[in-house]
């Protein structure tokens, strides 16, 4: 079967992309590469501008608040919070297993709630996932060079599948 042949929006194509194993990964570029780099590490680092001290992700060239170039990559400790999130039941991305959680994290380091990894959410059920969850990192090996930083319930989730109500 040739690629032009898989048809991504069937069930049908969706398994024989499984089968392949074809997922995309991330293609890290001149801005993201130190975030990948410190990942394959398994550590989570983001921007931290030295002039006015916020940090910020996704990186820019420039510090969004204050517009100094001066930023550091800066290890920060995967403890977290879900800011928003969505669950994918529609196939919207080939191969991967749906439904799975696309999740928008906000690092506890952060003052400010822009500052949004975007991430899944695994080793929970759908229903548990709520917004102001305490989530924290880990990281899937996923090529040679890529690492994923995902994240899981932290200390503190509620999570509804245990009874629980967040
Ligand atoms: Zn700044």
Not at 129 to 139: A, D, K, S
Request: overall charge negative; glycine content about 6%; charged content about 30%.
């Amino acid at each position: 079967m040739t690629k032009e042949s898989v048809h991504y929006d069937t069930t049908a194509g969706q398994e024989e992309l499984r089968k392949r194993g074809l997922q995309p990964l991330p293609k890290p570029d001149e801005l993201t590469a130190p975030y990948w780099q410190a990942a394959r590490q398994h550590q989570l680092k983001i921007q931290c501008c030295d002039a006015c001290g916020e940090f910020q992700h996704p990186p820019k060239a420039e510090c969004e608040r204050c517009g100094s170039a001066n930023l550091e990559w800066q290890e920060i400790s995967g403890k977290a919070e879900v800011y928003s999130f969505v669950i994918d039941r529609r196939l919207m991305i080939p191969s991967f297993e749906e439904p799975y959680v696309v999740a928008q994290i906000n690092p506890v380091e952060a003052r400010r709630n822009t500052v949004r990894i975007t991430a899944n959410i695994c080793d929970c059920e759908l229903e548990d996932v709520y917004i102001g969850m305490p989530v924290e990192v880990f990281f899937e090996d996923r090529s040679e060079d890529i690492s994923l930083p995902q994240f899981r319930p932290g200390p503190g989730a509620k999570l509804k599948s245990r009874g629980e109500t967040p």
